[in-house]
């Protein structure tokens, strides 16, 4: 089944630094991927649609210069959070879809962010 | 835009038997329903799902209703085990490929 992976599982920095989440469909081409943010016992709310070769779709009150997404290839997409500070420190997930064999959207395990 | 609501929010059943979660959604456009379970500190899997031209679906110990008039879809694990134990989000969305809207989650604990 497809397979999305997602790097670092949990990261620690201090505050004003930037950090990078990769989120990578292992085994098909993803043209679209999708960014979540949740808070601890709460539900998923999505920050921005990521297209490959395009910028991507952000959701309103979500910054764009603070949480940049890259999708360059149809494999790979990127958020950094840049300059970070304590209020960014939640989980974050991603999600693609295999649009091909037209399979629903399969999940990352989520990057756990902590600042300190 | 599509609101989805979820109920109940936390559930405990023992061990062997039923347990069903609820969600209603907003709009009659939306035509997919996935359902995923999160257990802590990983990401959602999709569990079942349903679309709109079908209004039950099994997969061994797990269904799913959908009531399109109604706009409500409802989970249904049996048999219930301690494995089960976790958060349950229903989502609603307008074809697969297009953005989810979640439920609030139901985290269901399972009493051996």
């Known amino acids: 089944g497809a397979v999305v992976s997602q790097h670092p599982s949990w990261v620690i920095c201090k505050s004003g630094t930037s950090v990078k989440i990769e ?60 300059s970070a500070h304590p209020e960014d420190s939640s989980f974050y997930i991603c999600s693609a879809r295999d649009f091909v064999r037209n399979q629903p959207q399969h999940f990352g395990d ?5 600042i300190l | 835009g599509e609101n ?24 009659s456009a939306s035509n997919y329903f996935p359902w995923y379970k999160q257990e802590l500190g990983k990401g959602p899997q999709l569990i079942i799902d349903i679309r709109s031209n079908v ?21 249904h694990i049996t048999e219930t085990q301690p494995e089960d134990s976790a958060v349950y989000f229903c989502a609603a969305s307008k074809n697969t490929g ?13 009493i051996p």
């Open chain 1, 23 to 82: 989120c990578r469909s292992l085994d098909f081409q993803a043209t679209t991927m999708f960014w979540y943010r949740q808070f601890p016992k709460q539900s998923l709310m999505l920050m921005a649609t990521s297209n490959e070769g395009s910028k991507a779709t952000y959701e309103q009150g979500v910054e764009k210069d603070k949480f940049l997404i890259n999708h360059a290839s149809l494999t790979l997409s990127t958020l950094t959070v840049t």
């Open chain 2, 4 to 27: 989805v609501e979820q109920h109940p929010s936390t559930l405990s059943v023992q061990e062997g038997d039923s347990a069903v979660i609820k969600c209603t959604y907003s709009d």
């Open chain 2, 55 to 75: 209004g039950e679906k099994k997969d061994q110990r797990i269904a799913v209703t959908l009531n399109k008039t109604a706009k409500h879809f409802s989970l």
């Open chain 1, 110 to 114: 989520g990057t756990r962010l902590s």
């Open chain 2, 98 to 110: 297009n953005q989810f809207y979640f439920g609030t989650g139901t985290s269901l604990t399972v």
